[in-house]
């Protein structure tokens, strides 16, 4: 992998760069959406390329190893021809997905016993494991297994679970290094900054990631409940260490406003369920603000869903229309929401990227987060 920092704003810390996979180039900042169990619901991956722009996508090991199972990823020739995706793909080490399993897993210093969600079946993840599935599934680029510490929690359950997270990372990398992909091109291992929301903390887990000198770095543990300003001065602490040259991805953020204050802190690299996960609900993200398009007040709205996006060339949907489908439950509500989402986050990052290039950020910035965050 290589990660080019072209420039960075004037009145900020936002920053524009390219990351090349073997799989493509990624212009950042970059949204990525979250396909967990190896799809995007309810989007093509043609509507991922040509309607959603999406240049690169998440999936979960945790999912997939569970489903389908390795085996078939593996006879398959890896995810990417699995899911028929031939872009870069990221995968989480399911590090997030074990601790929100908090009911039926265990943490010891091996790695994590857990049971399915599935058919309650018993399983280990442990640092060299979890490196050998994300082998098999064949992401471009993958994460190390960390713990992510319940937010809120003590300082001495923080600092144990990061140091932990910090010895699972060195095992991590001896078990990737002495490793090779199984198709053909290169993968990418990122360590993952924990510390909850404790200053000391967060400093010195990026002050360790950072002196392993990995080819990426992420910053979880956040937007796990805390506040936003305190989710927003922690990812400002950490990319105050964490290297210029390489690329800083934030794990599970977030909203579109999130989105825009975390560029503005030097975060290259988002991923979130939201846009996803909300339209499913009817809630729709526009420049000029949130919709509930479940409301009454849409019924008769004939207008476009948003009148400024590009995303349906040759098919408008009303906010009528797509209410009449939310509230009848059919199937295209979702999948026409979803796509209105995703095609939303994926301009945001691109119109800041813009942005930033020209000199302009800040300011733009601080008018879009005020209209982003009206409920119309």
Not at 25 to 30: D, E, F, G, L, M
Not at 201 to 206: E, G, I
Not at 285 to 293: E, L, M, P, R, S
């Amino acid at each position: 992998m290589d990660f080019k920092l072209l420039t960075t704003d004037k009145g900020s810390k936002a920053r524009a760069g390219e990351l090349t996979t073997d799989h493509g180039t990624v212009q950042t900042p970059i949204f990525m959406p979250v396909g967990t169990a190896g799809t995007v619901k309810g989007v093509h991956q043609r509507e991922l390329k040509d309607d959603v722009q999406a240049q690169i996508i998440l999936g979960n090991t945790y999912h997939l190893y569970l489903r389908p199972g390795l085996d078939t990823i593996q006879k398959a020739g890896g995810l990417h021809k699995f899911n028929g995706w031939d872009g870069p793909i990221l995968t989480d080490s399911g590090g997030y997905q074990v601790y929100s399993l908090s009911e039926i897993r265990k943490i010891k210093e091996e790695g994590a016993t857990f049971k399915s969600h599935i058919d309650g079946s018993k399983h280990l993840f442990t640092p060299e494991n979890v490196m050998d599935i994300q082998r098999i599934i064949g992401a471009d680029i993958i994460m190390a297994f960390d713990e992510c510490a319940p937010y809120p929690c003590d300082y001495s359950y923080a600092r144990k679970s990061m140091d932990m997270t910090h010895r699972w990372l060195k095992r991590c990398c001896d078990q990737f290094d002495k490793t090779e992909g199984l198709y053909g091109y290169n993968q990418t291992l990122f360590p993952i900054i924990q510390g909850s929301t404790y200053k000391d903390l967060r400093v010195r887990s990026a002050e360790t990631i950072a002196s392993f000198e990995r080819e990426g770095n992420a910053i979880g543990g956040l937007s796990v409940g805390e506040p936003a300003e305190e989710m927003y001065e922690m990812t400002d602490i950490v990319c105050n260490i964490l290297p210029k040259d390489k690329p800083r991805y934030l794990m599970g953020v977030g909203t579109p406003v999130n989105l825009l204050e975390c560029i503005a802190l030097g975060i290259d690299m988002f991923d979130c369920v939201m846009p996803t996960r909300n339209a499913r609900n009817g809630m729709l993200f526009t420049k000029n603000g949130i919709i509930n398009i479940r409301n009454e007040k849409w019924k008769n709205d004939f207008s476009p869903i948003d009148a400024s996006s590009d995303l349906y060339s040759d098919q408008v949907y009303t906010k009528a229309y797509l209410r009449h489908l939310m509230h009848a439950k059919e199937l295209l509500g979702a999948q026409i929401a979803s796509l209105h989402n995703l095609h939303f986050y994926l301009w945001l990052v691109k119109e800041a990227r813009k942005k930033i290039i020209e000199g302009e950020f800040i300011q733009w910035k601080n008018k879009m987060v005020v209209e982003l965050g009206k409920r119309l």
